[in-house]
């Protein structure tokens, strides 16, 4: 250690060997060598694949195993190619080899001086990596919202069938799958990774490298799944049941290399959240002064943390039984489909409230902005999320009242499941309770607080028929579930998320979001959600089972209705995003705190410096003590006093 | 506060390594439980086939189950390496660098042979992984275990380059306790897996109903 750098200008820091140009490795490698890697993997593995497979071997299920067991590889391929050719194991060579980083080599990996170049690269700055999780959720929802259009257009033309059968399947699950995987990012990724380290007053994640690791993992799994649909598809919805999974064209191993490759992504960024919050925390700010907007998403990391694997390991397994013709979901050779229903569930019940937590915990944090009043009980809103937290891992099976499986079960199963709408329960009580006599400030974030509330009481109530194990019997696989689950999950999950965006817009581009056009977006989009979806409550009412291409001409008025409000809301969702581009292109600067708002992140400038404060700050007070006076603030006023009088006084 | 007396400096961030150690220790501890959470969807695999016997197609075809010693065998060898990975990384922080590279060196040896073992046994099973539940579910808890051990003989090498680089001195060893923390973790995952293959053989269904195949 020869050498000191001076960091954060406040002290000097003995310096391993600096070895090569700063970054390493990672000075050459971008996003180019990335796809140079992982397609140049891809059609290597293929090539000398398609010379070894034993083609004809087939399953039980007379699935192609070797086939199946070439895509495997070639898909794997792309994805450790890729990492490879964006520098991911970069870091643990030079780990194992004891060339350490240096703060120049950090500074660079951190974007220092790389213009925009650092989007495409795999850099480690926690407002690089929220940009860029922005960037792929947006690209995301264009796809699902794509194909919900193409879904919304084959059952509005009742008259003819405009997709195949099989294709149409294919969009559902499709669909399905990228919107979900949309919806768990939208707020844990760009918000959980930019906004998060600034609100907690730290300077940057507890891991940085992993922070990229996470994104470029991300990144790497869409390709797999979006290519699906030209490989024969995933033709049983999005949660991929056995053994039609195994059964399933080659389509289906792209949908199980993207849900383990993404898996791995949200462990990873599960661990970095979950310790920066616990670890990183400004000096002064205790468990009672963190915003809730931190608890929130320290809530939806410990869900995603513990039961993703379950989800993993679900899709581990069916691949094997796809491509190693083992049986664990294959009945005919000792295999059992409720295991997969079991393992799928563990994860998949949850991750309703991986999507809704964070999005709920951000609506409350803009209520006490623009309301101008403390949050209503924090502590209630703190044992809210802990409940829904606690109470999620006990809920699986009621999605699994109708499978046959351990019928004695449903009972305390549907005990449980009404008893999450206890915390949640708490939650709508602060919600209200904040708004009680307080005087609004309708910006647009304010009125996604009033869309999500309306959305989330219309999801909640519906859902707590559905935990009824009679109603079930009667609902299950019919339109209402689905206009059920697209209020929590885009009623109460997207417009949260698009009020949270507009709210940390300034901060995020340095830009104010232009407001007059993004509230004529969002409110078409809200209006057309309603004529979608209350239609589609209608028509499950009425008996209209899902996924289905052809029905009586009973539904046809109510999924006419569905189909006029789903391009409706394809409209306002185009002019909210119209607003997003021409804001962030040419909007007017944002000063550092528009709104006046007491937490962290407004307390340093805009655009954010690459350390984030030029002193780390300390927490004195409560961040929701709207209107009332700061003590430290009086003592700090009293000792100016007294300084100007001692001054005066010499 | 100057360089010279305050204790030893996290190069890229300027923090006492001992509140990095910190950060780090929390970070491996999550990694743990979300691991745990896979090993532990893969013995519920294991049990939930075992116990239902679907189709009567839990057993190995003639009976043919998987020799226990080798399971026990790899266990000893993740343990022994165990031991002394934390016998060197101990002995490092009562300033012996010396020890903790014999003992990393040694646990790295050690868990080279287990995982080459467990590829040993992957490979001459006395089924394939298409012979029915148990065949299946053996295979991955083995496949698993090679996973976990490949990762802990990259990460034993690491310690070893990393004392010899002289990375890991006694004021800042803290990467070698959270290596020697991860393999505690991997005996008890290995553990679990021979524990279940040895206890759960016999179906206890013998009685389930049997449906054939498609292809009869």
Same mark, same amino acid.
């Given at each position: 250690m020869s050498q000191t750098a001076v960091i954060h200008e406040q002290k000097a820091v003995p310096q391993p060997k600096q070895h090569g140009k700063p970054g390493g490795f990672l000075y050459r490698a971008n996003i180019f060598t990335g796809l140079i890697g992982g397609i140049g993997a891809a059609v290597i593995t293929y090539a000398i694949g398609d010379k070894l497979v034993p083609w004809g071997t087939q399953n039980a299920d007379f699935s192609q195993v070797g086939l199946n067991a070439l895509v495997f590889c070639t898909f794997a391929a792309w994805v450790i190619g890729f990492m490879v050719g964006i520098g991911a194991f970069a870091g643990p060579i030079r780990w194992a080899l004891g060339h350490d980083l240096t703060h120049v080599d950090a500074e660079y990996m951190a974007g220092k001086g790389q213009g925009r170049m650092k989007y495409w690269k795999?850099?480690?700055d926690h407002k690089v990596v929220g940009i860029q999780y922005l960037i792929m959720a947006l690209v995301l929802f264009g796809f699902g919202g794509f194909f919900a259009m193409l879904i919304r257009t084959e059952l509005g033309a009742t008259w003819r069938e405009v997709f195949d059968p099989n294709f149409y399947n294919s969009l559902i699950g499709t669909h399905g799958i990228v919107m979900i995987i949309a919806m768990i990012i939208v707020v844990a990724g760009p918000l959980g990774n930019f906004i998060m380290p600034l609100m907690i007053g730290a300077r940057d994640m507890a891991f940085p490298r992993l922070n990229a690791l996470s994104f470029w993992l991300l990144f790497a799994a869409v390709p797999p799944l979006v290519l699906n649909l030209v490989m024969g598809g995933i033709r049983d919805g999005w949660t991929a049941y056995q053994p039609l999974g195994t059964q399933a064209p080659i389509g289906m191993i792209g949908y199980q290399v993207c849900i383990i490759t993404f898996a791995f992504s949200t462990g990873i960024a599960g661990v970095n959240l979950i310790t920066t919050i616990v670890t990183m925390r #400004?000096?002064?700010?205790t468990w009672a002064r963190t915003p809730i907007f931190i608890i929130g998403t320290l809530a939806a990391a410990i869900m995603g943390l513990i039961w993703f694997p379950m989800f993993q390991y679900a899709q581990v397994l069916a691949a094997s039984d796809k491509v190693l013709g083992t049986s664990f979901f294959i009945p005919q050779q000792g295999g059992s489909v409720w295991l997969y229903e079991n393992l799928f569930w563990l994860l998949g019940h949850p991750e309703v409230y991986v999507i809704v937590v964070p999005a709920t915990a951000g609506i409350l944090e803009l209520m006490v902005v623009f309301l101008r009043k403390p949050l209503f009980s924090y502590k209630l809103a703190v044992a809210g999320f802990a409940g829904v937290v606690g109470i999620s891992a006990v809920v699986w099976v009621h999605h699994m009242y109708?499978?046959?499986? #351990?019928? #004695? #079960?449903g009972y305390p199963f549907m005990l449980s499941t009404e008893l999450i709408s206890i915390p949640f329960g708490f939650l709508v009580l602060v919600m209200l309770g904040t708004m009680w006599r307080g005087k609004a400030w309708n910006r647009l974030p304010m009125m996604a607080v009033y869309a999500v509330i309306i959305d989330k009481i219309i999801g909640g109530i519906t859902g707590v028929y559905l935990s009824d194990v009679p109603v079930d019997q009667y609902m299950h696989g019919s339109m209402f579930v689905v206009a059920h689950f697209h209020y929590m999950l885009m009623g109460a999950g997207l417009f949260a998320a698009m009020g949270v965006i507009a709210y940390w817009f300034p901060k995020m581009t340095g830009r104010m979001f232009d407001e007059r056009i993004g509230k004529i977006g969002f409110w078409t989009a809200f209006l057309a959600f309603q004529v979608t979806f209350l239609s589609m409550f209608v028509a499950g009412l009425q008996g209209m089972p899902r996924r289905v291409l052809q029905f009586d001409n009973a539904f046809e008025i109510s999924n006419w209705i569905s189909t006029i409000g789903a391009y409706c809301i394809g409209i306002g969702m185009l002019i909210f995003l119209y607003a997003l581009i021409t804001s962030w292109r040419g909007g007017k600067i944002a000063p550092a705190n528009p709104w006046g708002a007491n937490t962290l992140e407004w307390q340093t400038e805009t655009p954010v410096p690459l350390a984030n404060f030029p002193v780390l700050p300390v927490v004195t007070s409560d961040p929701y003590n709207y209107g009332v006076p700061d003590p430290y603030l009086k003592v700090q006023e009293q000792l100016d006093q007294d300084d100007n009088e001692t001054v005066g006084a010499r | 506060m100057s360089a010279q007396t305050s /204790?030893?400096?996290? /190069?890229?961030?300027?923090? /006492?390594v001992e509140v990095n150690a910190r950060r780090n220790r929390l970070g491996v501890w999550l990694c743990i439980v979300s691991d745990a959470t896979g090993v532990v969807a893969l013995l519920i695999a294991y049990v939930y086939l075992w116990s239902l016997n679907v189709n009567n197609g839990w057993a190995p075809p003639k009976n043919h189950w998987a020799v226990d010693w080798p399971f026990w065998a790899i266990v000893t060898g993740t343990i022994l390496g165990t031991i002394c990975m934390w016998w060197g990384v101990k002995a490092i922080a009562k300033g012996h660098t010396g020890r903790l590279m014999v003992g990393a060196l040694l646990s790295s040896l050690i868990i080279l042979v287990a995982f080459i073992a467990q590829i040993v046994q992957l490979s001459t099973f006395p089924f394939g992984p298409t012979d029915g539940a148990y065949a299946s579910a053996t295979f991955w808890l083995a496949i698993a275990t090679a996973i976990h051990l490949s990762l802990l003989t990259f990460l034993t090498t690491a310690i070893v380059g990393r004392t010899r680089a002289g990375r890991i001195t006694p004021d800042n060893h803290s990467h070698a306790r959270l290596v020697a923390m991860w393999m505690t973790y991997v005996c008890v995952a290995a553990l679990l897996g021979a524990v279940f293959t040895t206890v759960m053989k016999e179906s206890p269904n013998q009685n389930a109903p049997t449906f054939g195949t498609f292809r009869e």
């Open positions: 795999y850099t480690t #400004a000096r002064g700010m109708m499978t046959g499986f #351990a019928p #004695a #079960a | /204790p030893a400096l996290y /190069p890229t961030t300027g923090e /006492p």
